[in-house]
């Protein structure tokens, strides 16, 4: 098995592409070793020193590491894991993620917010999953204009995460929906 890597915006996060499917349904995220005993394969790259998280794409293994250490130690062994746990045939997920839970809207909330996804998963979503990350709707203030968005994988911590968020999101968001006021990031 090849596996190919590509750097990524955030220099931290490193993207790997095994040349398969890892999860074609939804994107999963584990912040650490807890949240990866739901994968196998997760869990096997939080026992690499020096991970700090791991992000599934439909087709690519994001990993991101703390500043302690570099690319160089660590990345034989990702690389391994990854090997491993692909070629191993147990599964990739041993419990189901359900899908992201927001707030209810209604009203004319609820059709701007339809348009927010909408732009978010068509527009969006895709131009950053090339980076290695995801961004996910979390919620809108109505009152303020103000879109809240979570950022994962690549896109977390990302030095450029910022300049994404209000030169490229808000201002298409802006663009299509005169409602919005301003996007900003929520843990």
């Given amino acids: 098995m090849f596996i190919q890597t590509e750097a990524t915006p955030n220099p931290n996060t490193l993207k790997f592409l095994p040349g398969r499917e890892i999860s074609p349904d939804q994107p999963r995220e584990f912040e650490n070793a807890e949240d990866a005993e739901a994968s196998p394969l997760a869990a096997d790259l939080f026992l690499v020193d020096g991970v700090s998280g791991v992000f599934f794409g439909e087709d690519f293994v994001a990993v991101t590491k703390t500043d302690d250490y570099e690319w160089d130690h660590i990345k034989p062994f990702l690389l391994g894991a990854i090997m491993d746990g692909l070629q191993s045939g147990r599964p990739l997920f041993e419990t189901s993620q359900s899908g992201v839970d927001h707030a209810e809207y209604d009203g004319a909330?609820?059709?701007?917010v339809k348009e927010i996804i909408d732009l978010i998963d068509t527009r969006v979503r895709p131009a950053v999953a090339r980076d290695g990350g995801d961004i996910l709707f979390h919620s809108y203030v109505a009152d303020s204009?103000?879109?809240r968005l979570r950022m994962r994988g690549a896109c977390s911590g990302c030095p450029s995460s910022t300049m994404t968020l209000k030169a490229g999101i808000e201002n298409l968001l802006r663009h299509y929906i005169p409602e919005i006021?301003?996007?900003?990031a929520v843990e």
């Avoid at 909330?109 to 701007?112: F, L, N, S």
């Avoid at 006021?181 to 900003?184: I, L, N, T």
């Fill in 109 to 112: 909330d609820a059709e701007v």
């Fill in 145 to 147: 204009g103000l879109v």
């Fill in 181 to 184: 006021q301003g996007v900003e």
